[in-house]
Structures are given as C-alpha cells and as structure tokens.
C-alpha cells in the first residue's frame, strides 16, 4: 500500500489490482503500464471495444448441492451463534469453453472490467468507492432477480429476505466510510439498475453512501483504502468476525476474487469489486461466485443463485 502512498503523493496515474486479502498487490503507473494488462473502468479503457463474431458455449461443473449444503447450514449456525448476521458464501466453479480468456473479457459488456495477463478477468458491475474531490462515495450492490420476471422490481424490493441483506451491507459500509471521513449519508436507498447476464436480463438493487474527507486524503491514499478494505458486501457482517468464518469453510483461496482494482488519475479514484471472475490455472478455467447468506436463506434458492451468476454478459 506504500506505493500507492507514494504514487498519489506525486500525483502519478496509476492502475491498482489488490486481492481480498491484500497478499498480493499489483500498483503499476499507466505510462508503464504493463502490454497484458487491459482494463475498462467507467468511460476509462486501454484497448478497442470487439463485438462477438463467433459461436461459443460455457459448461459448468457446479459444486453438488449436498457440499453447498453443508457450508450452509455451518454459517446458519454460526448465525444462530451471533458470530455473524451476513455472510458472503463463495465457491470456485470449474468451467469449460472454446472462448480464451481474452476472448471472454474482449466480447464482455460490463462498466467495470480487468484482463490481467492471462491469470484471470473479470466483468463486475458493482462499483466499489470512487473519490472525486474530497468527496468518497461507495456503492453496495445487494439483490439481484431475473428482470422477466412478472413484478420482477416490486418482488425484489418488497422481498424481507434481500431487505434485510441490504440493510446490513448499508450499515457496514457506513460504518467503515466512518472510519476514514465525516459527514457521513445514505445519498440513494436501494435503487434497481438492470445489467446483462448472458442471454437474460437483471435487475440489481445498489445504494450510494457518501463521506467527505480531509483535504490531504491523495497523500494517504494507500493507507485510506487499507482501512476499509476487504469490501463489505462481499465479506458481510460483523466484517472482523464474519472473515473469520469465511476463511474456516470456503473450500478454496478466493486470491484477486472479490478484491478491487482501479484507477487513480492524477485527481480522483474510480474502483470496482472484483466479481463476475474467471482464473486460469494450469489450463483449467474456474469461475468464482456466490452470494449473501441471512438466517432466512434457502438453500436451494442460493445454490442456484450460486450457478446463476456463472454467465458471459455477451
């Protein structure tokens, strides 16, 4: 995070890649940036927009419902326990498809994408803080339905369940700008943007807290973001104890899943979470995903919410 630190300082463009547990760190100034790394951040992009020309397919090897059933049912009990109330379960699922890594990331329609050199991409839509002036906004994104639904936005916002979900990452993440600025306010409450998810449509239910903070925050920038980070909504909370949990009985290394990546331009920060991700180890393609678990969760449901959310946003 010290070179972070140092690159704000001087005002240098830089792009940032940090893993969920910020083990590994990749902080590169844009001139120097690296020939297989490319990325879109908002309008922001190094490399030509390609629409797909070719067919292509996705297989999916799901983790069996039993197995998911079991870390559900051990985070109900912890639940229950009161050593958490939120919980984002994830799993890595092997994937296969005629489309490289490139390809998947070049074709993707997403605000919000990293190809980094063919270890992984990723197509999020969920932004995570962006600093513009001395003003921190962040945007927890909690919710997701099938926008073909009949009601599908009434469903989704009147639903206790993803009520409740959001209400806590709401909290968390006040709590967490709290720690870093002042002047803290819920700017949106759980408004519905619709983005693509293969060959269907969602709707997905976001809010935006806002924060000031001090005027020198670019000469502190690494160790700001070291303060709030692993993000909330996909941790959950309370966030210390809720990690704990996370790292007993995920069955995998989550790495740069669920980690962040951005930009600092010279003036102000634009960042995402890392979801809707795909890695390639040893030729085999595996796509991370998950989702938050409450005391009201449904296993069936959130297993296949589970292999939902393995898609190309074509």
């Known amino acids: 995070m010290e070179k972070i630190n140092r690159l704000a300082r001087k005002r240098e463009p830089f792009l940032f890649v940090l893993s969920y547990d910020l083990k590994e760190q990749f902080v590169q100034p844009l001139k120097d940036l690296d020939s297989d790394i490319f990325y879109k951040i908002g309008n922001q992009r190094n490399y030509p927009q390609t629409a797909l020309n070719k067919k292509f397919y996705l297989h999916k090897s799901p983790l069996e419902f039993k197995e998911y059933n079991n870390s559900l049912t051990h985070v109900l009990n912890k639940i229950r326990s009161g050593d958490t109330y939120l919980l984002n379960l994830t799993f890595r699922t092997p994937i296969e498809s005629n489309l490289s890594l490139k390809e998947i990331f070049t074709f993707a329609q997403a605000k919000y994408k990293l190809y980094f050199k063919n270890q992984f991409i990723c197509f999020s839509p969920e932004k995570f803080i962006e600093i513009i002036g001395n003003k921190i906004s962040t945007y927890p994104m909690k919710g997701t339905i099938e926008a073909s639904i009949p009601n599908a936005k009434e469903k989704i916002l009147n639903n206790e369940k993803e009520m409740a979900e959001h209400v806590m990452i709401v909290d968390l993440m006040r709590n967490d700008l709290g720690i870093i600025g002042t002047n803290i306010q819920v700017e949106k409450f759980r408004y519905i943007e619709k983005i693509r998810a293969g060959d269907k449509e969602l709707l997905q239910v976001s809010s935006k807290i806002t924060a000031t903070l001090p005027s020198n925050w670019r000469d502190n920038l690494g160790s700001i973001l070291k303060k709030i980070l692993p993000a909330g909504s996909i941790t959950g909370t309370p966030k210390c104890s809720t990690i704990n ?64 959310k393995i898609y190309f946003p074509f």
């Open 245 to 308: 949990i996370i790292n007993s009985i995920e069955n995998y290394q989550r790495g740069f899943y669920t980690g962040i990546f951005g930009i600092f331009d010279g003036k102000n920060l634009y960042s995402s979470v890392m979801i809707r991700f795909i890695e390639k180890k040893d030729n085999q393609l595996y796509y991370k995903s998950g989702g938050g678990i409450t005391i009201d969760s449904d296993a069936v449901s959130e297993h296949k919410e589970l292999i939902d």
